[in-house]
């Protein structure tokens, strides 16, 4: 792509914007991951070994962990490592970071995609028609309950399911261990209570703000106008208004990822899901940073990637850059 | 005030009212207390009976008791910490609305940063990094809620920012305080009222899943999150108890959005 | 009869339940007729348009009478049957086009879609049909023009591809709602042809709605006037305008009586505002270049343009809002700083601005004493006694009793009244120079003239120099000792009124003259025919 094409062309430049600013946001996040390390205050060698640690095994302790490298020349060096797959040592047991994240970093996107596959389409669709039905019965009762979802703590949710389907009921397992290499149905039934547990709180935060940002294309005088000329309620819908609300839309799914991963680190805890969650909450009470770190940085990195697919897909089907006066 | 009370649709008002019985308990929680918070008074995991209504915990303290004080403690701490969040995200977003140019800037693009990653990972992040610890707690969980305060208070001062009364004043010659506090904060204090309830309801939330994962208020001070996670084992025994203290949570955080719902539905309603 | 709507009322949802915003209106369109409604805003003219097509707003309900389309009451029918009618039978025309074409879809699409739901014509038929109508309306490039989207048009073409995309199904009846409102007086004549030619050429019958009398006497054959969700005078178009029964019909002529006496100008040495060789702009776009004009002392300077001519840019500039790039700005001779900043309390007290939306200059929040009371202390260092008793002079000035309105918030006034604070907070300051930024184009007719006729008055009496920002040449006419035209950033034309104005000496001014409605009902047939659209 040559620099005069992508003048000419506003929405490759906008696209490379975006990419640019996607990469920077990442970058400065890792800094501020890394720099989480270096700003503790007092020395982390000496809290990690205790008082009664020797100044002798205290600096050898801080020349393994490099603590004696200036701070710019660690970062690059950690980044380094990051990027080619060394995440570092645990502190706590001296394994390879890497290794501890391996199996559990399957486990947790397998929860999120499970919960994703059934929270993203209920909640676009319900979401939808509360924007459609607005006022009506339907609306009440699903604000209401939305309110009700978002309004309680994710493992309150959780233990009631628990509670319910579990011992009550005895149709899952309250601990969710899915084992090693388990088939696919036996994985879906042992996670099914985590990930329906996800499902309840991400559905509520999407449907609210999907009913939102189809009603506010709803307003556009261009939906009026469609009606003035005749055209049905469904066709206005599906029509008119939906390919104007695909990117509000796509952006709302993205930014509640950021709930999937809230609940991911609290439903984990509850069940004893085997992930990444249970071991980041885990390596904060032990104040296994390495391990913290690792764990934020692919959370982030999850993160920041997909509301960047979702911004770039608003500009891709964004008529007033694809057809530029 | 009683025609307002008209107007409320039911929900506001048993959210009202909700709220009034928890900052009741929350201040005479003493009073109201049958035991000390970290008194043991029984043996492990008593049911419930007449002298323990709702059984006693994994030490042998009186539930009732701890959930009584853990409305003063966890309350407290998230209205404390909320206020904090307030605090900073309006008068930054203020600034940066009333100001505008390199300030605004600034402030702008610190905020992007800290909202392109889930607060609770960053919560994780700060709080492995500087200790437990109330006073901790308390700032790291302000900091990053006050971002989307800071968005919010920019955002509708930036709308009252452009009107030509604003304009007026930069004319007269009024200094930025005076802009900001005469001719701005009083026409955006409705959306920032409701957005305090709506707040309140993200950091409590958040300081209770924090208590929940174990790095809340230390121990032995009553905390509804901390109690959920102390006794959750005896849900495996069918024991609703340990579900309690989750359920105070809940009601507390549906009855302020009930009442922020009204008050934003009400807002939006004045204005077509 | 093709539309005859009867007794019709419609109610609004407000805070305390249902309230009518009108009251049983009668309304009557003849096969081929078109009538225009008129009145102030509020008055419920779009209200009536929207329900010749069996349509009530959001928030909006009908309470009783009878809309009948061709011998069917439209109120009647479901809302699936209602449908057949719109679009097909009777049409509308927005008077945003910009926002009532979605973004999404090529204009060629959005004009097919009526045919197409309604089967009223295949795909190929339809869009021959479009190019047809492009072509009669002038759009450039018709064989292609229907392949762009929205966005790729400018707001006149759009407004006229709108109006085709009304025809598509050669509709009996088409509603046209302020259609020209937002369009600049040389745009909107294209238009006003375009919409003409197209009710003349197929016999459609039209309800135009407007509050422009000049606009709307050029439409219709018969002009029913409203007022506050009722009728207030129905009649043929020559005899509603050159015999109004109604007082309040008579009033909607007034401004353009209105003449400020011509007096002399005193002779000062320096004028109040020197504005030399001016260029500005934002970013790296140069707004303005090179303006240079001078406000004399005393003086009445009427600044025209259409949008984007620079006009209020020039205000921004002389404020010290907008610092030019090149040029020079003096106050009384001596050179102002460019930035609001460096300027004195002194400096700022001498240049105040009244503005036009008079809802959004004055704060919400605070009373009228408040607002007043503010630049009284801020500048002159006014308190207690004295900052009441001025307080009272400046009320009695704007002619508003100061007992009842100095302790009343802005919302509790009318719009008229909101100007006159305006003005009365300005001239706290006790100015030399006001810049009046399209002053009266926000209020109805006959307030407008009130607040006319009030800063002439406080001119006479306290000699400050007024600029005076309008694209309204019946208000330049009414006011104005001298004029400046501006086109494109630059100046055009200046000088005293007659030389400007009387006859037009320059091209332009010619050209925005020409095109501005008269209250003649052929104006417009001639400008036709002079090839002008």
Known sequence: MSVAETRRRPILRMIAGRLGIGVFTLFVISVLIFLAVSLLPGDIAQQVLGQSATPETVAAFRRELGLDQPLAWRYLDWVGGVLSGDFGRSLANGRPVAELLAARLGNTMFLAAYAAVIAVPLAVGLGLLAALWRGSWFDRIANVATLSAISFPEFFIAYILMFWLSVRMGWFPSIADPGASPRLAEMLGRAFLPAITLVLVVTAHMMRMTRAAVVNVLGAPYVTMARLKGVSRWRVVTRHALPNALAPIVNVVALNVAWLITGVVIVEVVFVYPGLGQLMVDSVTNRDIPVVQACALIFAAVYILLNLLADVLAIATNPRLLHPR | MIRMLKTMPPTAILGVLVIAAYAVIALFAPLLAPHAEAQIVGAQFEPWSATYPLGTDTLGRDMLSRLIWGARNTVGVALVTTALAFGIGAIAGLLAAALGGWADLALSRLVDVLMAVPALILTLLALSALGPGVANLVVVVAILDSTRVFRLARATAMNVMVMDYVEAAQLRGEGTWWIISREVLPNISAPLIAEFGLRFCFVFLTISALSFLGLGLPPPMADWGAMVRDNAALITFGDVTPLLPAACIAVLTVSVNFVVDWMLHRASGLKD | MLLNIEKLKVEARGDEGWTPILHGVDLQVAKGEVVGLIGE?????????????????????????????????????????????????????????????????????????????????????????????????????????????????????????????????????????????????????????????????????????????????????????????????????????????????????????????????????????????????????????????????????????????????????????????????????????????????????????????????????????????????????????????????????????????????????????????????????????????????????????????????????????????????????????????????????????????????????????????????????????????
């Open chain 3, 41 to 533: 805003s509020g008055a419920g003219k779009s209200t009536l348009g929207l329900a010749a097509l069996g349509f009530a707003q959001g928030g909006l309900r009908f309470a009783g009478g009878r809309v009948i389309f061709d011998g069917t009451d439209l109120l009647q029918l479901p809302e699936r049957r209602r449908r057949a009618f719109r679009g097909r039978r009777v049409a509308y025309v927005a008077q945003s086009a910009a926002a009532s074409f979605n973004p999404a879809w090529r204009l060629l699409d959005q004009f097919c879609e009526g045919p197409a739901i309604h089967h009223t014509a295949g795909r190929a038929e339809s869009e021959a049909f479009a190019r047809q109508l492009y072509a009669a309306m002038h759009l450039p490039d018709p064989e292609n023009f229907g392949l762009r989207f929205p966005h790729q048009v400018s707001g006149g073409q759009l407004q006229r591809a709108m109006v085709a995309m009304a025809m598509a199904c050669k509709p009996d009846l088409i509603v046209f709602d302020e259609p020209t409102t937002a369009l600049d007086v040389t745009t909107q004549i294209g238009v006003l042809a375009a919409i003409r030619q197209a009710v003349e050429t197929t016999g459609t019958a039209a309800i135009y709605i407007t509050h422009d009398l000049a606009v709307v006497a050029q439409m219709a054959d018969r002009i029913k006037v409203m007022r506050h969700g009722r009728e207030v005078e129905d009649a043929p178009t020559r005899r509603m305008i050159e015999a109004p029964a109604q007082d309040y019909t008579r009033s909607l002529w007034a401004v353009r009586a209105f003449r400020r006496p011509p007096r002399a100008l005193p002779q000062a040495s320096a004028p109040t505002i020197g504005i030399r060789e001016v260029t500005a702009g934002y970013s790296s776009l140069d707004v303005l270049s090179e303006v240079s004009f001078d406000i004399p002392r005393g003086a009445t300077v009427a600044v025209v343009g259409e949008s984007g001519s620079g006009k209020s840019t020039t205000a921004r500039a002389i404020t010290g809002l907008l610092p030019p790039r090149a040029g020079r700005i003096a106050l009384n001779g001596t050179p102002l700083p460019p930035r609001l900043a460096q300027r004195t309390l002194e400096q700022k007290r001498a240049v105040q601005m009244i503005y036009q939306m008079a809802d959004t200059a004055l704060n919400p929040r605070q009373t009228i004493r408040q607002i007043l009371s503010r630049p009284l202390q801020f500048y002159l260092g006014l308190t207690g006694r004295a900052r009441e008793a001025r307080l009272n002079q400046l009320m009695e000035q704007i002619e508003l009793e100061p007992a009842r309105f100095l302790d009343r918030l802005p919302g509790e006034l009318s719009g008229g009244q909101k100007q006159r604070v305006g003005i009365a907070r300005a001239l706290a300051a006790d100015p030399e120079f006001i810049i009046c930024d399209e002053v009266t184009s926000a209020l109805d007719q006959l307030v407008a003239e009130g607040i006319l006729r009030l800063l002439s008055k406080v001119q006479d009496e306290t000699g400050v120099s007024y600029m005076f920002i309008t694209h309204d040449i019946a208000t330049v006419r009414a006011i104005a000792d001298e004029v400046v035209v501006m086109k494109g950033g630059r100046v055009m034309d200046k000088g005293l009124k007659a030389e400007v104005l009387d006859p037009p000496r320059h091209a332009y001014t010619r050209e925005l003259l020409a095109s501005v409605p008269q209250m003649d009902p052929d104006w417009l047939t001639r400008r036709i025919a002079e090839g002008a659209a």
